[in-house]
């Protein structure tokens, strides 16, 4: 893979990565306001940006297991940088489902 197309793999992966870091964030927002249905389809957006993250990565992956060394990617700081995105997003994203529920449980019983 030359390295215009490391850079825009790279960077496909960390805009994804950051849509579904950023709608999980959202969900917790909305939990917290009390608006669960709103948090729990915020948390479904999360989830549908991560299989776009995932899906870039995994034909890096792919291109990694190919004998063709041209289709694999570059290791560079970026191609790091865009997988610990991808680490950060899927970690949110489970705080996210987690936090959800705390606040469902919370105003259940307050009910």
């Known amino acids: ?37 709103g948090a729990r ?10 299989v776009e993250a995932h899906d870039v990565q995994t034909e890096l992956l792919r291109a990694e297991l190919s004998e063709d060394s041209t289709k694999k990617a570059e290791l560079t700081l970026l191609m790091v940088h865009a997988q610990d995105h991808l680490t950060m997003a899927l970690l949110m994203r489970d705080i996210a489902a987690e936090f959800i529920d705390l606040y469902e449980t919370l105003e259940q019983k307050r009910s």
Request: net charge negative.
């Open 1 to 37: 893979m030359e390295s215009a197309d490391t850079i825009g793999t790279a960077m496909e992966l960390i805009a994804n990565a950051g849509d579904s870091r950023s709608f999980a964030m959202e969900a917790i927002m909305q939990a917290k306001g009390g608006d669960i249905v």
């Open 41 to 50: 389809e915020a948390l479904q957006n999360a989830k549908e940006a991560m």
